[in-house]
C-alpha cells in the first residue's frame, strides 16, 4: 500500500513538473507563470488572495509573504498533500488541470500562503474555500464572470463587471463596480454586511433583503420602488428599478447584517 501511494505522489510531480510553466528566479523564485486552460476557466480554492486581471494570456503567481526560513532537512525534497499534489509554484501552492480547468490550491490546510494572482482580464473565475481558516480575499481589474463561495473569508471587489455569484456566511463584501455592469449580479453575505457601489448612470432591476439588519441607500440614487397597493415596505426588502431599469438584474441579501447601497 505504501509503495502504490509513492508512486501516486511521484506520477503527480512528475505530471506537474511537465506543466508549462516559467520560474524567474530558480529556488528563491518572485514570480510563476501558467498557461491558461484551454475553457479559459480558473478555479481558486486558496484561504488568503488578491487576484488582479491583467491583458495577457496567461496566470502569473507571486508570493506576498516575507521569505521564510529554509529548512535544512527539505533540500531535494518536495512538498504535498494529502492527495499527492506537490508544490509545483514554490509557494505552497499546487496548479494543475482538471477537466479543462486550471485549479490552483494550498497545500497547508491552516496557515494559507498569502498569494497574488495575475489572470487574463476576461477569464471565468471560479473561487471556492470552506475552511474557517480563511483571511482577506481582493478581485480587481476582471471583466470575466465571477462564481465566490467563503465561509470565513472577507471579500473585497475593486473595477469587477459580472456577472457575478458570490455567497459568504461570515465575511463582510465590498464591492465596488466599473462603469460598465452585466448581471445577473447576487451578493449574499449571511451574517456580515455587504456594501456595494454602483454607476450613478447604471439601469438596473434592484433587490435588497435582510432579515435582522438594516438598509442604507445613497440618496441620490433614483429608484422607483414597488408598491404593495398604496404602500412601500422599507423595513426589510426593497425591490425596484434603478434609472428606469433594464435586463440586468442586481440582488443583494444579508440575512444579519447591513446592505449598504452607495452611488460611485
Known sequence: MKTKMFAVILMAIFTARGYSQTVTDGSTSTETTFS?????????????????????????????????????????????????????????INVSQ??????????DRIDPPNIKILVPEGCM???DYQSPHGSDILLKDLK??????????DVRLENVTGPITLKSIHGDVDAIFGE?????????????????????????????VTKYGELLLDPDLKIDVERDGKMIRYNNQIGGKLNGGS??????RSDHGKIYLRKK
Not at 482538471?98 to 497545500?107: F, Y
Open 144 to 153: 470575466g464572470e465571477i462564481e465566490l463561495s467563503t465561509n470565513h473569508n
Open 180 to 208: 460598465t455592469v452585466r448581471g445577473p449580479i447576487s451578493i449574499v453575505s449571511v451574517h456580515g454586511h455587504v456594501d456595494v457601489s454602483l454607476p450613478s448612470a447604471l439601469s438596473a432591476n434592484l433587490k435588497m
Open 36 to 92: 491558461l486552460s484551454k475553457n479559459g476557466k480558473v478555479k481558486i480554492e486558496l484561504g488568503k488572495a488578491v487576484i488582479e486581471g491583467h491583458t495577457g494570456s496567461s496566470v502569473i503567481l507571486s508570493s506576498l509573504d516575507r521569505p521564510r526560513k529554509a529548512d535544512p532537512r527539505a533540500v531535494g525534497l518536495v512538498q504535498v498533500n494529502g492527495l499527492g499534489l506537490p508544490d509545483n509554484t514554490g509557494f505552497g
Open 247 to 252: 435586463g440586468t438584474n442586481i440582488d443583494l
Open 125 to 127: 473565475l471560479s473561487y
Open 98 to 107: 482538471e477537466n479543462g480547468t486550471m485549479v490552483v490550491r494550498q497545500l
